[in-house]
C-alpha cells in the first residue's frame, strides 16, 4: 500500500475542522445488587471532522460502554443516565425514537471487537449489509444487492458475490469484521466508531485491516474513534489521544504530544517502558560459552486428523537452545506452531519425536514418574490467567499446591513460602484468603507466576502471558518478569506474537512459520536485519508504539498475499512459497534448510543465504 | 474483554430484588424437612391409626380461633380435626404433616443415590473418553429415552410396593441425568488451563480428576439435584395416586389425595385438597431454591 | 443431505429402540412379579398353573422367549418383525390393536393441551421478557415457576370440584362423552376430529365440553415451563450482541423484534420435544382423575395387572412418538438457525 504525499498533507489534525461530535458530562450506569455502577462516569470529548481519534483505557475503563452511549444505546440492564451527546448540532440523547435510529447506520456507522456474534447467525451477511442499508437508503432489491457487493468489494473481500451468502459462523474472525465494516460504512457515515476491531486478529491482518480501514474511510470522508488497548494502534492511525481512566477522559493529546510527554499518572505509567528504557530494558547479561540450560534437536509434533489417515505437522524439526538465565522469543502468528513447542518441552504434549534436553537429561525419555518430579524445575504460565487457576481454591491453596507435591515442608513453612512468593510478585499478602474470582488479570497473572516460581524453576515457558492484560497491567508484568530473571536468573521461553514485548524481554528469538523455524538471532540482529521474507512480513506488519514513524505516513513494503497454507497439505519446497514476495522457481521445489549465517544468525531460506534478499531495515530498530 | 465482566455481573442485578421469593421457598423447605424429622409425631392423632369419626369436614375459619383456644386450655375431650378426616376416619391434619417423613425421604434418598452414582459414572466417561465409556453412554441414552412416568410405574408394580423399590426406581430413572450432566461439565472443564497448569505441576491424572475436575463439574448435577427433589416428591404422590406406589395406610400425600378422590365429586372435598396444598407448596419450595442456584451459577 | 441426515436420525432412533426393547424385556422378567400367579390366583394348583405358564410362554428360556417377541420365530407366534406387539395375557386380544384404540385420546389430550399452552404461554413468556425487572414480569416469573412445580392430578380433581360440583359447568369427570351418547365411527381416533367427520357437529362440541378440564389442567402445568423457557430465551436473545448491533446499525424496530423472535425461538424446539414426550407419560395422571382411557390408563391396568406384552408395547410406542417428535423439532430447529448443521 503506498500513500501519496499529499494525504499526509491534507492531515487533518493541520486545519481547523468542524467539530463532528461533541459529548459532555456523559453517565451511564448499571444496578448492581440495588446499586448503581457506573463505567463511565462524566465522559466529555469532541470529534472533528476527518479527524482519527483514539481513545485508550484499561479493561473495565468503560471504553465500550462509551461507545454504544454514543448512539444512544446502553447494554440491557444499562441505562444512560445523563449527560449530552452533540451530533451535527442535535442532542442524541433528546431526539426520539425513530430519529435517532434514523442516525444511526447512517450519520454514525460503529463496528465492534466481536464481530461474529455481532452478525445474525441466522441471516446470510448479504442479507445484513443489505438491511442496514435498505434502512437508511431508498433502492430497489437490485439496487441494493449492487451496493452490498460493492461494499464487500470496498472492504477487502475476494469473490463478495459468493461470500454474501455466507452466514457468520462461516466466516473468519478478520473476513466477518469486514463484513461489519461493510455494513457501517454502507451509508457513507460521517462518524466511525470502532471499538478494539483488531482485537483477535492476526499482526498480519491486524495491519492490513486498520490500513483498509484507514483509507476507505479517507474515501468516505468520515472521522474515525478508534477505541484501543494498543499503544502501537494509537501511535500509527491516531491523530489525537483521549485516554478514559475510571469513566472519565484524563488526558486529551495530540498523539505524538502524547507520546513525547503525558501528563496524566495514568498515561505516564502505559508509556513508562517507552520512555525511561527506549527499546531495550537492559537485560541481564548471559555468560557466553556456557553447557545451554535446555535444548531441543529436531522436535516433531503431529496430530491425527478426526476420521482420517491424515496428519497435522503442529512442529517440524524444531532445534533450540536456551541459555541460564538467558529468554529465547519464539514469535510467529496463530497456527505457526509456537504454542506446541512450548507444551512439547514440558511434556504436556507428547512429542512425535525429538529430544528435550535439559541439563543433561532428554526429558521425553523419562518415565511418567520420574518427569513428574522434574517438573518443579520447569514451569509454564498460560495465557489466559482467568481460566488457569482452580477458581475454587483460595490463593493460598493455588500457591501451595506445588509445595505439597514437591516439598516436604511443614504447614507452617508453606504459608511462610506462600507469603514469600507474594511479595515477589508485588502483591498485597491479604489476597491469600481469598479466591481468584474477582481479581483483575494482572494480579491474576502475577498469581499465575507466583504459583510457578513455587519450587525455584531454573526454567519457565510463558504462553502469551501479556496478551490479554490490559495496557498498565502489561507493562507491570514485563518488568516484574524482568526483575524475576535479574534476582533468580531463571531462563524463559517467552511465547508471543507481540514484537514490542518480545524486544523488551528476550535476548535471542526465533520467528516460526507453520511449525517450523524459519529464522533465528538475537533481538538486535532478527529486528534490525530480518533475513528471511516472512520475518520481515511480520516486523512490517507489526504496530511500534512510536508517532513519529507511523504507518500511514510511510510506503509499507509488500506484504504476503493469501492465505496460509494448510498444515494438513504441505507444499514441498518452501512453506512460504505461495506467498512471498521474492519466490522464483526453485523454491517451490526444493525444501529448506535452516542455514547459519555470520553472527550466529541462521535463515531458512536459501536466497536470503544466497545475499539474494535485500535486508529490510524499515522496521523500528 | 473484560469491559464484558463487568456488564456480565451487571446481568446478575435482579437477584437481590427477588430474595423475598427466596426466603419464602426457603422457608417452605426448612418447615418441611423439619416435619420430615418430626411431623409423624407432634400430630393430635397416630397417622396411621383410624379414629371413629368419619369424614367429618374441618372447622370454618371463623370457628378455628375458638377451637384453638379451647383446645389450648384443655376444655376439649379430644383434640380437634383440624383438617377433618377421611372417608375410613383417618385424621387429615395428622398425616399431612407426617407424610414428608414419607414423600421427602423417598426423594432426598433417591436424589442423592442417583447423583453420586450419575456423578461418579460421569466423571469417568467424561475423563477418560474410550470404547467402554462410549458404550456406557449408549446405555445411558438407552435408560434415558424411557418414559419417566411409565417406567417408574412398572417398576415399582413390578417390584412390589415397598419405599425402597420407589427409591430404587426414582434413582434409576434419575441417574442417566445426572451421568449426562455431570459427563458435559467435566468434558468442558477438562481442557481448561488451570487443569493443565495442575498437569504443569506434576500432579497425577487421578490427582487432577479428583481434586480439579470434579469440584468444578458439580455445579450442574447439584442445581438439577435442588430441581429434581421437587420433581421426584410429584412423581412419588403420583405413583402412589395411581395405585403403583406406597401402600395404605402410610402417611403420603398422593396416597391421600388419592382416597379423597372418590368423594371430591361429592363434596367432600377436604381430604384431597390439604394434602394437595401441601404437595404443591412444598414442590414449589424446592423449584424456588432450585432456580435461585441456577441464577447464581449462570451469573458466575 | 436432509435425507442422510434424516434417515441417519431414524436408524439411530431404531438402534435405541432395541436396545429399549431389550432391555424392557430383560428388566420386567428381572424383577420379582409373577404373572401367571396373578392371572390364575394364588390358590391355583401346581398343574394349572403349569399350564398357564405354557399358555403364556413363560415356561421357556428367556432368550426363546425374547426371540419370539422379536419375530424370529414366526412358526410360534408372530413378532415385532411381523409388526406384532403379541397379545395381551389378560384380554387375548392383539396389543397392536389395543394400542391403537387408546393411543390417539392420549395424542388429543396432549395435542390439544400443547396448542393451548403455547397460546397462551408464548405471549406471556415475550411480555415478561420485554418488559424485564418490571412487576409484571416479576409476576410472569413467580406464576411460571409455579406452575412448573404442581402435581396436575390434584389440580384436576380442584377443577372437578370447582367447575363440576360446585359451579356445574363441567361434566362429570367420567370419560370423553356422556355414558347417553354414542360416539362417532373411528376414523382418526380423536374424538373431535371423528365427530366433525361424521358431521355431528353436536358431539364435537360434547367432546370438547368433555376434554376442557383435561386440557386446562394440562395446559396449566405446561404453562409453566414454557412461560420461562419463552421468556429466558427472549430475554437473551434481546440482550445477544447482534440485537445490540442491529440497533447500532439503525434498524427498523420491527426487524430487530424479528431477530429477537426467530433467535428466542430456535432453542426453544428442544425443550418443547422433551416437554411432548414428558407429558406423553404423564397423561398417565390426568386422564385417570378424568377417566379418559388413554394409552396412560391402558398403561396402568397392564402394570397392575402384570400383562408384559402390554408393558412393553406401551413403553416402546411412547418411546418412538418422542423420538419422532424430537426429530421433527430438530429438523424445524434446523431450519431456522442454519449453525444447526445436518
Known amino acids: 500500500m503506498h500513500r501519496e504525499a499529499a494525504a499526509v498533507a491534507e492531515r487533518p489534525e493541520t486545519m481547523a475542522a468542524r467539530t463532528v461530535l461533541s459529548v459532555e458530562n456523559l453517565v451511564v450506569g448499571y444496578p448492581v445488587d440495588g446499586r448503581m455502577v457506573k463505567p463511565v462516569d462524566g465522559l466529555s470529548f469532541k470529534v472533528h471532522e476527518r479527524e482519527v481519534v483514539g481513545l485508550i483505557g484499561d479493561a473495565g475503563s468503560g471504553k465500550s460502554t462509551a461507545a454504544l452511549a454514543l448512539l444512544g444505546l446502553a447494554r440491557p440492564p444499562g441505562k444512560i443516565l445523563g449527560g449530552r451527546v452533540e451530533f451535527d448540532g442535535r442532542d442524541l440523547l433528546k431526539l426520539p425514537e425513530a430519529e435517532i435510529r434514523a442516525i444511526r447506520g447512517r450519520d454514525i456507522g460503529i463496528i465492534v471487537q466481536n464481530p461474529r456474534s455481532s452478525l445474525n447467525p441466522m441471516l446470510r451477511i448479504g442479507k445484513q449489509i443489505g438491511y442496514a442499508y435498505e434502512a437508511h437508503n431508498q433502492a430497489s432489491g437490485t439496487e441494493v444487492r449492487r451496493k452490498v457487493i460493492e461494499m464487500l468489494r470496498m472492504v477487502g473481500i475476494n469473490d463478495p458475490e459468493s461470500r454474501a451468502e455466507a452466514y457468520a459462523h462461516e466466516l473468519s474472525g478478520g473476513m466477518a469484521q469486514r463484513a461489519l465494516i461493510a455494513m457501517a460504512l454502507s451509508s457513507k457515515p460521517k462518524l466511525l466508531i470502532a471499538d478494539e476491531p483488531t482485537s483477535g486478529l492476526d499482526v498480519t491482518i491486524q495491519a492490513q485491516f486498520l490500513d483498509e480501514m484507514w483509507n476507505t474511510v479517507q474515501k468516505t470522508g468520515s472521522a474515525i474513534l478508534l477505541i484501543t488497548q494498543e499503544l502501537g494502534t494509537l501511535a500509527n492511525y491516531c491523530d489525537r489521544v483521549l485516554v478514559l481512566h475510571e469513566g472519565r477522559i484524563v488526558e486529551d493529546a495530540p498523539v505524538r504530544q502524547f507520546f513525547a510527554n503525558p501528563q496524566h499518572p495514568y498515561s505516564q505509567q502505559i508509556l513508562k517502558l517507552q520512555r525511561e528504557r527506549g527499546h531495550s530494558l537492559g537485560l541481564p547479561p548471559v555468560e557466553a560459552g556456557t553447557r545451554p540450560l535446555l535444548a531441543t534437536t529436531d522436535l516433531r509434533k503431529t496430530f491425527a486428523v478426526r476420521h482420517t489417515k491424515k496428519l497435522i505437522q503442529a512442529v517440524d524439526k524444531v532445534s533450540l537452545t536456551i541459555g541460564r538465565g538467558e529468554t529465547l522469543g519464539l514469535v510467529g502468528e496463530s497456527g505457526s506452531g509456537k504454542t506446541t513447542v512450548g507444551r512439547c518441552m514440558l511434556r504436556l504434549l507428547e512429542p512425535s519425536s525429538g529430544s528435550v534436553v535439559f541439563d543433561g537429561e532428554d526429558l521425553v525419555k523419562l518415565p511418567p514418574n520420574d518427569m513428574r518430579r522434574y517438573r518443579s524445575k520447569l514451569q509454564i504460565v498460560f495465557q489466559d490467567p482467568f481460566d488457569s487457576l482452580n477458581p475454587r481454591w483460595s490463593i493460598r491453596r493455588i500457591l501451595t499446591e506445588p509445595l505439597d507435591l514437591h516439598t516436604k515442608l511443614s504447614t507452617a513453612d508453606k504459608r511462610r513460602r506462600a507469603e514469600e512468593l507474594m511479595d515477589l510478585v508485588d502483591l498485597d499478602r491479604a489476597l491469600l484468603d481469598r479466591r481468584p474470582r474477582g481479581l483483575g488479570a494482572g494480579a491474576l497473572q502475577r498469581i499465575n507466576i507466583a504459583r510457578a516460581l513455587a519450587c525455584n524453576p531454573e526454567f519457565i515457558v510463558l504462553d502469551e502471558p501479556t496478551s490479554v492484560l490490559s495496557p498498565r497491567a502489561r507493562v507491570g508484568l514485563i518488568e516484574l518478569l524482568v526483575r524475576l530473571q535479574k534476582e533468580l536468573g531463571i531462563s524463559y521461553l517467552f511465547i508471543s506474537h507481540d514484537l514490542t514485548t518480545v524486544r523488551y524481554l528476550c535476548h535471542k528469538v526465533s520467528v516460526m512459520y507453520l511449525g517450523q523455524i524459519v529464522e533465528t538471532g538475537t533481538v538486535e540482529q532478527v529486528f534490525s536485519k530480518p533475513r528471511h521474507p516472512y520475518s520481515q512480513a511480520l516486523l512490517s506488519a507489526h504496530l511500534f508504539p512510536d508517532p513519529t514513524n507511523r504507518r500511514v505516513d510511510s510506503v509499507i513494503p509488500a506484504a504476503l498475499e493469501g492465505e496460509i497454507p494448510s498444515p494438513i497439505d504441505l507444499p514441498h519446497g518452501c512453506y512460504l512459497a505461495s506467498r512471498c514476495p521474492h519466490v522464483v522457481e526453485a523454491c517451490r521445489a526444493t525444501p529448506q534448510a535452516l542455514e547459519p549465517l555470520e553472527g550466529g544468525q541462521s535463515v531458512r531460506c536459501w536466497r536470503a543465504v544466497a545475499g539474494e534478499i535485500q535486508a529490510f531495515g524499515g522496521a523500528h530498530a | 474483554m473484560s469491559s464484558q465482566h463487568t456488564l456480565e455481573t451487571a446481568d446478575m442485578l435482579p437477584r437481590r430484588r427477588r430474595d423475598w421469593l427466596f426466603g419464602l421457598g426457603l422457608t417452605i423447605v426448612v418447615i418441611v424437612v423439619a416435619l420430615a424429622v418430626v411431623g409423624p409425631y407432634i400430630g393430635p392423632y397416630d397417622p396411621t391409626l383410624t379414629t371413629p369419626n368419619v369424614s367429618v369436614p374441618p372447622p370454618s375459619l371463623a370457628e378455628v380461633p375458638g377451637l384453638f383456644s379451647a383446645w389450648i386450655s384443655g376444655t376439649l375431650e379430644a383434640p380437634p380435626h383440624w383438617m377433618g378426616t377421611d372417608a375410613s376416619g383417618f385424621d387429615v391434619f395428622s398425616r399431612v404433616i407426617a407424610a414428608p417423613r414419607t414423600d421427602l425421604v423417598i426423594a432426598l434418598v433417591a436424589n442423592g443415590l442417583s447423583l453420586v452414582i450419575g456423578v461418579f459414572l460421569g466423571l469417568i466417561a467424561g475423563y477418560y473418553r474410550n470404547a467402554a465409556t462410549e458404550f456406557m453412554m449408549r446405555v445411558s441414552d438407552v435408560m434415558q429415552s424411557f418414559p419417566v412416568f411409565i417406567s417408574a410405574m412398572v417398576l415399582v408394580a413390578l417390584a412390589g410396593r415397598s419405599t425402597t423399590n420407589i427409591v430404587i426406581a426414582l434413582a434409576f430413572v434419575y441417574t442417566p441425568i445426572y451421568v449426562r450432566l455431570t459427563r458435559a461439565e467435566v468434558m468442558s472443564q477438562k481442557v481448561r488451563g488451570f487443569v493443565e497448569a495442575a498437569r504443569a505441576l506434576g500432579n497425577t491424572e487421578l490427582n487432577i480428576a479428583i481434586r480439579h475436575v470434579l469440584p468444578n463439574s458439580l455445579t450442574p448435577a447439584l442445581i438439577q439435584a435442588s430441581v429434581t427433589i421437587g420433581f421426584a416428591i410429584l412423581l412419588t404422590a403420583g405413583l402412589s395416586f395411581v395405585g403403583a406406589g406406597v401402600r395404605p395406610p402410610t402417611p403420603e400425600w398422593g396416597l391421600m389425595i388419592s382416597t379423597g378422590a372418590n368423594q371430591i365429586i361429592l363434596g367432600e372435598w377436604w381430604p384431597s385438597v390439604f394434602p394437595g396444598i401441601a404437595i404443591s407448596l412444598t414442590v414449589f419450595g424446592f423449584a424456588v431454591l432450585g432456580n435461585a442456584l441456577e441464577r447464581r451459577y449462570d451469573a458466575s | ?342
Open chain 3, 1 to 342: 443431505m436432509l435425507f442422510r441426515y434424516i434417515s441417519k436420525r431414524f436408524a439411530v432412533g431404531l438402534l435405541q429402540l432395541i436396545g429399549l426393547t431389550i432391555a424392557v424385556f430383560f428388566l420386567i422378567r428381572l424383577l420379582p412379579a409373577d404373572p401367571v400367579s396373578r392371572l390364575v390366583g394364588m390358590n391355583a394348583s401346581p398343574e394349572a398353573y403349569a399350564q398357564a405358564a405354557k399358555q403364556l410362554g413363560v415356561d421357556r428360556p428367556l432368550l426363546a422367549q425374547l426371540a419370539t417377541y422379536l419375530g424370529f420365530q414366526p412358526e410360534i407366534a408372530p413378532g415385532l418383525l411381523q409388526g406384532s406387539l403379541g397379545v395381551s395375557w389378560v384380554t387375548g386380544t392383539p396389543v397392536t390393536a389395543e394400542i391403537a384404540a387408546y393411543l390417539p385420546v392420549t395424542l388429543e389430550l396432549v395435542t390439544l393441551s400443547f396448542i393451548l399452552a403455547l397460546a397462551v404461554a408464548v405471549p406471556i413468556g415475550m411480555f415478561g421478557a420485554l418488559n424485564p425487572g418490571g412487576k409484571a414480569d416479576k409476576g410472569v416469573f413467580v406464576y411460571s415457576l409455579f406452575a412448573g412445580s404442581q402435581p396436575e392430578f390434584w389440580w384436576g380433581l380442584l377443577f372437578v370440584y370447582l367447575f363440576f360440583f360446585t359451579l356445574g359447568i363441567a361434566p362429570a369427570p367420567l370419560g370423553r362423552l356422556s355414558p347417553m351418547s354414542s360416539p362417532p365411527d373411528v376414523v382418526t381416533g380423536f374424538m373431535t376430529i371423528d365427530s366433525l367427520i361424521a358431521g355431528q357437529f353436536d358431539l364435537f362440541v360434547e367432546a370438547l365440553h368433555h376434554l376442557m378440564l383435561p386440557v386446562f389442567t394440562m395446559a396449566f402445568i405446561l404453562s409453566g415451563p414454557i412461560i420461562k423457557m419463552v421468556r429466558q430465551n427472549m430475554a437473551r436473545a434481546l440482550q445477544s450482541d447482534f440485537v445490540l448491533y442491529a440497533n447500532c446499525a439503525g434498524l427498523p424496530k420491527r426487524r430487530v423484534a424479528g431477530y429477537a423472535l426467530r433467535a428466542a425461538m430456535a432453542p426453544s424446539m428442544t425443550l418443547i420435544g422433551i416437554l411432548y414426550g414428558f407429558m406423553l407419560s404423564g397423561a398417565v395422571l390426568t386422564e385417570s382423575v378424568f377417566s379418559l382411557g388413554g394409552i396412560g390408563q391402558y398403561a396402568i391396568n397392564a402394570v397392575l395387572n402384570y400383562d408384559y406384552p402390554a408393558i412393553q408395547a406401551v413403553v416402546l410406542v411412547i418411546t418412538a412418538i418422542s423420538l419422532v417428535v424430537y426429530l421433527a423439532l430438530d429438523l424445524i430447529h434446523a431450519a431456522i438457525d442454519p449453525r444447526i448443521a445436518f
